[in-house]
């Protein structure tokens, strides 16, 4: 249980709420929320290469990954990774992919299936 107090209500709800964001929120391998992005999509990269998935989904997820996802919000934390910031990253790569069949709707799978992976993870 986490527990902050304040001088007033609003101020210990302030107190509370930063205590609970910073939480050590690690896993198995030392990943928290403030872990970058591109941290979880190394591993799950790994777990795509080790499923039983067709050859040319595991290339298409691995270039939509570094082509479009990690460029675009790679860097930013997995607690700052929201609907906002990934329905930018969609907007903007959109024109770049409406030509390419193959890989139009890539990066918004890509992106689904590594924030799956995430919260599984406890992330």
Request: charged share 30%.
């Amino acid at each position: 249980m986490v527990t902050r107090y304040g001088r007033t209500r609003a101020e210990a709800e302030r107190r509370l709420r930063a205590a609970l964001r910073d939480r050590d929120g690690s896993v198995d391998e030392g990943r928290t929320a403030d872990s970058p992005l591109a941290t979880v999509a190394a591993e799950w990269l790994a777990e795509i290469d080790d499923s039983d998935l067709a050859t040319g989904t595991e290339r298409l997820y691995r270039f939509a990954l570094n082509n479009y996802v990690l460029p675009g919000v790679g860097r930013l934390r997995l607690r700052e990774i929201t609907v906002p910031a990934v329905d930018r990253l969609l907007t903007a790569v959109r024109p770049r992919c409406l030509g390419l069949v193959a890989t139009g709707d890539a990066p918004r799978s890509c992106a689904t299936h590594l924030m799956h992976s995430a919260s599984r993870n406890s992330l």
